[in-house]
Every structure is written in C-alpha cells, then in structure tokens.
C-alpha cells in the first residue's frame, strides 16, 4: 500500500515535470506578451474565475509590486458594472485552465469593446477563449494531481508559474532595480534595507552626548550618564569631531594612579588610548544620507558597535547597532 510520504512524493514529481511541460510549451508568444504589457501605456486588466480567479489575484499583487499597474477583476462583477474600471488602452490577461467559461469569455470581449488594448490569455491550447486573444499563452494539458483528476492543482501552478515569469521579465524589460522594487515594498524588509537611511534611526538634538576638549572631568562623567548612551563624543575649538569617549575609558582611568578629577576631555582621550600618540579617525563615522544597511555591515566589519555620523566634520547623531537590529535589518 503506498503510504502518504510516497503519494506525496509522487505528486511533486508530478508538479516538478509539470513545470518542465510548462517550459517547453513556451515560444514567441511569450516574448510578445512581455513587451506588449513593458510598453503598456495604462493598465493591465487580469481576470479569471474560481481556481484561476484566484491565480489572477496573485498575479496582479505580483505585478504591482514589481512595477506594473495591475488589478484583478471579477468576470461576473464586470458583467454587472465593474467594466467601468477599464481604461482605454489597457491590457487584459485572462486566465482559465479549458478557456471555455462563459463569463470569461464574454468578459474578455467587452473588453476588447472598451479598451481596443491588447488581450492576452492562458489556457490549455486550442480553447475558445484564445480565439479572441491578440497573444495566446498557453498552459500544458496535464492530468490533477487529484486521484479524480478533478482538483485544479496542476493547471494552478502551471498558471501561476507563467504569470510569475511573465510579471519578472516584464520588470526586467523596463529595466527597474532593487531599489524600485523597494519603493513598492516600503516597509518590508527589502524596503528597510534599501531605502532606510541612518538620519531615519540615528539618535540627535538634545539626546547625543557632546563635550569640548577643555570639558573638566566631572562634565564628561554627567554628559555620559545623564545621556545614558555610555559615550560623549568629543569636538574640537571649531566644532568638529575628533574622537569619543565610553564609560570604559573612564573606568580604565580611574584605576590608574594619577587623579582624574585633575583631567580635561582631552587629556582623558589621550590617556585613554593605547599608544601615546592620539589617533585620527579612520573609521567609526557616516554621512546621514548613508543606507542604514551599510552602516550595520560597517560595524561588522570593523567589530564596532556604533557609529557617528557626520556633517560637514561636525557630528550630528549617533547609530546604534542595536538600533538597526531592532528596525529589522
């Protein structure tokens, strides 16, 4: 007796050769429906019904988030007052397994009324519903995967698979990035990573710790903890960055012999470094217009965890590795 992990192995197999079909059953048509719908003036119009009905829905999300204006209309709500979404101009993409339901069909011939745009179906070969097409696509003719072969399982993903090619290679014949792509996911992660900058997450005004080289002791000890970030940054006579200081360093001098209360922010910078020379700063600091992702990848590179960002040399916030971790990149 077969068991439940054969049949379904068995039945994604069948979908994996099924895909192999879908494959060989392309030709030119493809092509002239990828530049038909790239060049599409207005927009593209997808239609089907029940099981293909529901494989249009997916493909207009998948259209309009990779650049093209599209929208999913119900056949019979069409029939009954929604042919008033058609543009002149627009494209159809009608989707049904046989090509043969009425609704569709009589759909898909209004619109043709309406917009004297280009009609582009997939179905089976040979149906009626490709004869009013202008480019005709096609699905393989393949049993369900059901032991009725009745279940529409096989055609979906047939369909949903050439519609998911066709909306890609639409967005690559406009020639549209990442970072178009991004624009039409704003607060997914693709989006977060590409179009979050630092200014958006940086800490500022009032809330970033600053202190001068001639700050006494005492000042850098109340601006490190009254900000709570564990740091000040220090400027130097024209306001311009020239290194910081964490708690660390402060705990580090104060287990040396010589008084800190004596020191000036300067002198505890210098101290505070390892070698006796004061260091310039090679790392550690960003513009505001910086992607917020190439900072994160910064203090992985360099094992820091925070970065100053700069204006004009001047330091106008503070990024923070936890921050950028905590918006999702």
């Known amino acids: 007796m077969t068991t439940d992990l054969e049949r379904a192995r068995q039945m994604l197999s069948a979908y994996a050769n099924a895909m192999q079909c879908t494959s060989s059953t392309l030709n030119s048509e493809f092509g002239r429906a990828v530049e038909a719908i790239a060049k599409l003036p207005s927009i593209l119009v997808i239609t089907g019904l029940g099981k293909s009905g529901l494989v249009g829905q997916k493909a207009a999300a998948t259209f309009?988030?990779?650049?093209?204006?599209?929208?999913?209309?119900?056949?019979?709500?069409?029939?009954?007052?929604?042919?008033?979404?058609?543009?002149?101009?627009?494209a159809m993409l009608a989707i049904s397994k046989s090509g043969s339901n009425e609704e569709t069909i009589e759909f898909t011939r209004q619109f043709k009324q309406v917009s004297k745009g280009v009609v582009i179906t997939l179905t089976e070969p040979a149906s009626k519903l490709e004869q009013i097409a202008d480019i005709a696509l096609h699905i393989p003719r393949l049993p369900e995967i059901d032991e009725w072969n009745l279940a529409p399982t096989t055609s979906s993903i047939t369909s949903m698979s050439v519609c998911d090619v066709l909306a890609i290679c639409v967005q690559k014949s406009k020639g549209l990035t990442e970072e178009d792509f991004a624009q039409f996911h704003p607060h997914g992660t693709l989006g977060r990573r590409l179009l979050l900058q630092v200014r958006d997450l940086m800490i500022s005004g009032d809330a970033l710790?600053?202190?001068?080289?001639?700050?006494?002791?005492?000042?850098?000890?109340?601006?490190?903890?009254?900000?709570?970030?564990?740091?000040?940054?220090?400027?130097?006579?024209?306001?311009?960055?020239?290194?910081?200081?964490?708690?660390?360093?402060?705990?580090?001098?104060?287990?040396?012999?010589?008084?800190?209360?004596?020191?000036?922010?300067?002198?505890?910078?210098?101290?505070?470094?390892?070698?006796?020379?004061?260091p310039s700063v090679t790392h550690g600091s960003a513009s505001p217009d910086s992607k917020a992702?190439?900072?994160?990848?910064?203090?992985?590179?360099?094992?820091?965890?925070?970065i100053v960002i700069l204006e004009d040399k001047r330091p106008i916030g503070l990024v923070r590795m936890q921050d950028l971790v905590a918006a999702g990149l």
């Open 64 to 90: 309009s988030s990779t650049g093209t204006r599209a929208f999913f209309v119900h056949p019979v709500e069409a029939l009954h007052g929604d042919l008033g979404i058609v543009e002149e101009s627009a």
């Open 209 to 278: 710790p600053i202190g001068s080289l001639d700050a006494s002791f005492s000042e850098l000890i109340y601006e490190i903890s009254s900000k709570g970030l564990g740091l000040v940054l220090l400027i130097d006579e024209s306001g311009d960055y020239f290194g910081l200081l964490t708690d660390g360093d402060i705990r580090r001098l104060m287990e040396r012999s010589q008084p800190p209360a004596d020191l000036n922010a300067r002198d505890c910078f210098r101290l505070s470094r390892r070698g006796g020379d004061l």
């Open 293 to 306: 992702i190439e900072c994160l990848e910064q203090m992985q590179r360099d094992r820091i965890t925070s």
